[in-house]
């Protein structure tokens, strides 16, 4: 079970950090993604890490604002948001996969997903 949490209504210019809690094995060994959905628009891809790194992928339009990093303390991830846009206003959603065929960027090779946390940005 994953557990998204640190959604909000924010202004443009400030921070938020997102946090997505698993219930059950280890995450580290796991591929973790985020990803977010806007009103009217397909779910799109935002960061990812492969198992055991700390080392991230991230789409285009957050690279160099967003920053995601694992905790395995608390058995999560998070994703450090700055600068945040009106267009990074989507309902953010995370995701683990373990399998061979898990493609960081493509949403549907993970195998568990989170309900989503809101995240609004006012312009």
């Known amino acids: 079970q994953l557990v998204e949490s640190g959604g909000g209504l924010v202004r443009a210019g400030d921070s938020l950090r997102l946090s997505c809690e698993a219930a059950?094995?280890?995450?580290?060994?796991?591929?973790m993604g985020w990803f977010r959905q806007s009103p009217g628009e397909e779910r799109e891809f935002v960061a990812a890490?492969?198992?055991?790194?700390?080392?991230?992928l991230y789409a285009d339009s957050v690279k160099g604002r967003f920053t995601m990093s694992r905790d395995d303390a608390r058995n999560a991830v998070h994703l450090q948001m700055n600068g945040l846009k009106s267009d990074d206003t989507a309902v953010y959603y995370c995701?683990?996969?373990?399998?061979?065929?898990?493609?960081?960027?493509?949403?549907?090779?993970?195998?568990?997903r989170g309900q989503g946390t809101r995240v609004t940005v006012s312009s």
């Open positions: 059950g094995p280890p995450i580290s060994n796991y591929f």
């Open positions: 890490v492969r198992p055991n790194t700390n080392s991230a």
């Open positions: 995701a683990a996969g373990s399998g061979y065929f898990v493609r960081e960027s493509i949403e549907s090779t993970y195998e568990y």
